[in-house]
Structures are given as structure tokens and as C-alpha cells.
């Protein structure tokens, strides 16, 4: 009688095993002389990086003003290397877009918040977020707003007690709180 059926299972695994740590052995080789590779990309980059922010150092009006020159090494040089590991120096920050002064705006756009809640005090039916959007829109044309910005300040509003929130159904409506509809000046009325 031949091997018995749990042998020849046995003698199977062991052949798939022994195939599969050959197969593992050259996975780790493969990546073994990837990384290699990528760690020498990444020590060009970094010193790649070195010489760039030197130069933008050395090329910034405030650095070149108020400090002496500074000198670039060649990549590859003793000083590249020993400073190949330098923490990033930020300069100055140019100025947000946002903060610069407009040129030709005749005055200040009041606050999200404070538009919405001087739309409030304007109505006397409660309105909904996409009606608070949308009248804010026509309101200041120049301004884009999201009906999703409008509904977080809404319940922002609510949040400090300065608006209230009425569901019908699945509509959600707002309306000044009954202390902040008080304090609020009368809308004109307009005869009929």
C-alpha cells in the first residue's frame, strides 16, 4: 500500500510552504532594494530642500535686510551634509487675500451673523434657512454664501438664545427669540 492520504496531504502542504518562503525571501529582497533606492531619493530631496530655502532665505527682502549674506554650498559638499537635517524656516507670511483692504469698497460688509440676525428682526413670520439665504444674497450681491453656511448661524443663534426653532413637518423655521424681538428696533411699516 502507498502512503496513506494524510501523508500525501502533509508532504503537499510542506512542498507549498517551502514554495511560499521562496517567494517571501524575494518579496523582502525586492523591497529591501527599493527602499534602499527611496531613502537615496529622499536624502537628494532633502538636500534639495536645504539649498532651496537658503536661497529663498537669501532671496527675501527682510532676510537680506536685516542679516548678513548667506552662503549656498553645493549639494554633495561637507556643509550640504551636515546641515541636510535643518528645520524648516518659515519667513513672513504673504497676506491673506481676505485681510487686504478692497480697493473701491465703499464700507465694510457687516458680519454673517449680524445679517442674519438684522433679517430676523425685519420679519414677522419665521423663515426658513434657504429664505434667510437667499435674501441675504440679494442683500450683498458681491457675497457668496451657502444656504448651509446660513442654517449653522441660524442654529448658532439658537444656540445663544438669540433666535428660536420651529419644526412643521420636516420644515425648519427661524424667528428672533422673544427677548432679542423685544430689544430689536420696528421694522417700518409700509402703508397698503
Known amino acids: 500500500m502507498s502512503e496513506s492520504p494524510g501523508t500525501e496531504l502533509a508532504s503537499e502542504y510542506s512542498a507549498r510552504i517551502a514554495r511560499d518562503l521562496e517567494v517571501n525571501a524575494e518579496e523582502q529582497d525586492r523591497l529591501a532594494t527599493e527602499i534602499a533606492a527611496l531613502e537615496e531619493q529622499l536624502r537628494a530631496v532633502r538636500e534639495n530642500r536645504v539649498v532651496l530655502e537658503r536661497l529663498q532665505q537669501a532671496l527675501t527682502p527682510q532676510a537680506t535686510a536685516t542679516s ?26 504673504a497676506p491673506n487675500r481676505r485681510s487686504l483692504p478692497r480697493q473701491g469698497a465703499a464700507e465694510p460688509k457687516p458680519s454673517l451673523v449680524d445679517a442674519v440676525h438684522a433679517y430676523l428682526a425685519q420679519q414677522r413670520e419665521p423663515r426658513s434657512a434657504t429664505d434667510v439665504a437667499e435674501a441675504i444674497r440679494a ?14 448661524t441660524l442654529e448658532n443663534l439658537v444656540a445663544r438664545n438669540r433666535a428660536r426653532r420651529t419644526k412643521q413637518g420636516r420644515a425648519v423655521f427661524y424667528t428672533l427669540s422673544s427677548a432679542e424681538a423685544s430689544e430689536a428696533p420696528e421694522a417700518p411699516e409700509t402703508e397698503a
Do not use: N
Not at 450681491?141 to 442654517?151: A, C, H, L, S, W
Open 139 to 152: 442683500g450683498q450681491p458681491g457675497r457668496t454664501i451657502k444656504t448651509t453656511v446660513i442654517r449653522t
Open 68 to 93: 548678513a549674506p548667506v552662503s549656498v554650498p553645493a549639494p554633495g559638499t561637507a556643509d550640504a551634509d551636515a546641515d541636510a537635517v535643518v528645520p524648516h524656516q518659515r519667513t513672513e507670511p
